[in-house]
Each structure stands twice: as structure tokens, then as C-alpha cells.
């Protein structure tokens, strides 16, 4: 299916690797220009390497792909994005927002400092980044934006508390907004809800589990798995391609929404 998006531009944020890497790649691979960030310039570099050679087997024109070494979470770092020199200034078509989740812990040792960091990358900056794009979208007639957000938006972990509610003030923030006049000129809003995907967050994540229980990598892993109906942990490049077709002209119709991907690991029916 051809995704009717070569030659827009894209902003995709946390893309030296991981989900935002997996959404980057496939945007690329259908010819949309794209200006990645991360705050590890040298990583961000070798991700742009990637995905220039990725580009090169589109069909249409070279994808231009700009890295901006940058942490999102700043002011500076946001500027530093919609000012890069050859990219589209604010004037982006699609932006994919996404940021480092907050540390996992008990609720009782975080202070007002801790939640307003988690706060400030998870909710404060996707709606920045929003602001300061959808107006331009709405006047081209056309915008994507896709927040990548977490699974434990619809069913919140104890530990991920942090997580749990400033990524809840985001999703009640896009399903107003994306019903806003917004809808009306083709410009969607969507955030897309992770489970267990095969990134180095969730390495992190499966090494701390091992650590704390005594038990193998691998029987973390394998014990993990066994509780995702689909029997294992999804990978960067299929999310991606979730995310290009939200992209894509073919999802104008599909806004407002919370898509989570996760292996039939939620149970419940809504
Ligand atoms: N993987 C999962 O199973 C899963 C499940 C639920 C939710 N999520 C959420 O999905 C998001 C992506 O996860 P992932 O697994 O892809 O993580 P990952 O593999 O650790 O990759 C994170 C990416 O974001 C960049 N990044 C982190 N903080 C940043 C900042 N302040 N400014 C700019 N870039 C930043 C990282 O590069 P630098 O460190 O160089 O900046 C890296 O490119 C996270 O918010 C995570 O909590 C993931």
C-alpha cells in the first residue's frame, strides 16, 4: 500500500534508536524527509547513517534525514528542532513525539522536583510540540501527530507511577484537541500505547528484574513472554509501521484515538 506520504516531512523525537528509531525508519522508507533527535550526538549520527541508507530504497526522490543532537525536554531543545538549517522550520507534517519514560519507583519517595520532570518530558513537551506545529498543518490541510505514549495508560503498573500520570494528562489533553476544529482540517491526533517491544529501555527494565529476583536474563525474558497472548515482545519495526500508517493520507479518518499495541497482552474488551 502506498502510504501517499513521500516528500512530506517528519519530526521524529528519541530517534537514535528503540520505538522512535522503528517510526523514523518506516516514515523513511516511504520517502518522507525526516529530522530525528536524540541528546547522544553520536548515536543520533550512526541512526541518521541508518536511515539514509534505508531511504535509499524508496522508490521516489532520496529522503532528506537531519539529526539534531538535543534534549527534547528543553526549551533550547525544541528550538534547536524547528530551527535545524535545511528542514522545514515548524512547518512539519508529521511529528512523532516521544521522550525517555520517568524512573519506575514508590510513589511516597517522589517529590515535586521528580514529578515535574516526568511531567515536563511526558506531558508539557508533546503538547509544545504540538503547539507549535498544528496551526501550519491546518493550514496545508494536512497533519500527523502521533504521541508515543505506554500501555500503562490504560492499565497503569504501581511502580510506573510517575509515568501513569503524566502520560494520563497528555491523553486527556489530545482527546480534546483532536476534537477541535482541528478534526475539521486534516489535522489528526493520535497517541500510540506500547507494551513490551524489544528496545533497550525494556532490556534495562528485564536486567533490573533479573538483578532483584536472582533469576536468569533469560528466564526473566522467557517468564515475560509467556504472559503476552502472542507468546513475545514486539519489535521496533513493527510499531513503526503502525505509527507510518497513522501517518499516512489513508488514516485522515482515525484521530482522537489510543491505539495500543501489545500483543493482546490487555485484557480487557475497551
Ligand atoms: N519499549 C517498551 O516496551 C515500552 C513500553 C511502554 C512505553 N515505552 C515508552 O516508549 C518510549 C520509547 O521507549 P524505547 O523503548 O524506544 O526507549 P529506548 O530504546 O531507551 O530509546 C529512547 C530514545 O529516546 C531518546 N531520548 C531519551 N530521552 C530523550 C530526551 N530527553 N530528548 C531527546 N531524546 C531522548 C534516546 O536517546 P538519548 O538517550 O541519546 O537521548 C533514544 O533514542 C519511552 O517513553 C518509553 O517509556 C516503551
Redesign the pocket.
Known amino acids: 500500500m502506498d502510504l501517499g506520504i513521500a516528500g512530506k516531512w517528519a519530526l521524529v523525537?528519541?530517534?537514535?534508536?528503540?520505538?522512535?528509531?522503528g517510526c523514523a525508519q518506516a516514515l523513511v522508507r516511504e520517502g518522507v524527509n525526516v529530522v530525528i533527535?536524540?541528546?547522544?550526538a553520536d548515536?543520533?549520527q550512526r541512526a541518521a547513517v541508518k536511515l539514509t541508507t534505508a531511504g535509499a530504497d524508496t522508490a521516489g526522490a532520496q529522503p532528506v534525514v537531519l539529526a539534531v543532537a538535543?534534549?527534547?525536554?528543553t526549551p533550547e531543545?525544541r528550538a534547536a528542532v524547528l530551527a535545524v538549517p535545511g528542514g522545514p522550520g515548524r512547518d512539519f507534517d508529521i511529528v512523532v513525539t516521544?521522550?525517555?519514560?520517568p524512573p519506575t519507583g514508590d510513589f511516597r519517595d517522589w517529590d515535586r522536583d521528580a514529578w515535574i520532570k516526568a511531567v515536563d518530558?511526558?506531558m508539557l513537551t508533546p503538547i509544545e510540540l504540538i503547539k507549535a506545529t498544528v496551526d501550519g498543518m491546518a493550514a496545508r490541510g494536512f497533519g500527523r501527530i502521533v504521541n508515543?505514549t505506554?500501555?500503562?495508560v490504560k492499565a497503569p503498573i504501581d511502580i510506573l507511577g510517575l509515568?501513569n500520570g503524566a502520560r494520563s494528562g497528555l491523553t486527556g489533553f489530545v482527546a480534546g484537541a483532536a476534537r477541535s476544529k482541528l478534526a475539521a482540517q486534516g489535522v489528526t491526533l493520535n497517541n500510540l500505547l506500547?507494551?513490551?517491544?524489544d528496545?533497550?529501555?525494556?532490556a534495562t527494565t528485564l536486567g533490573a528484574a533479573a538483578t532483584k529476583t536472582g533469576k536468569s536474563l533469560d528466564d526473566v525474558r522467557g517468564a515475560q513472554q509467556a504472559q503476552i497472548p502472542a507468546g513475545r515482545f514486539g519489535t521496533?519495526e513493527e510499531f513503526g509501521a503502525i505509527c507510518a500508517f497513522l501517518c499516512s493520507v489513508h488514516a485522515g479518518y482515525i484521530t482522537g484515538q489510543n491505539l495500543l499495541a501489545d500483543g493482546g497482552a490487555y485484557p480487557g474488551v475497551f
Open positions: 523525537c528519541g530517534a537514535s534508536k528503540g520505538l522512535g528509531f533527535n536524540a541528546r547522544n548515536a543520533l538535543a534534549d527534547i525536554t531543545g516521544n521522550a525517555g519514560g518530558a511526558n508515543i505506554s500501555s500503562a509515568s506500547p507494551g513490551k517491544f528496545t533497550d529501555r525494556l521496533p
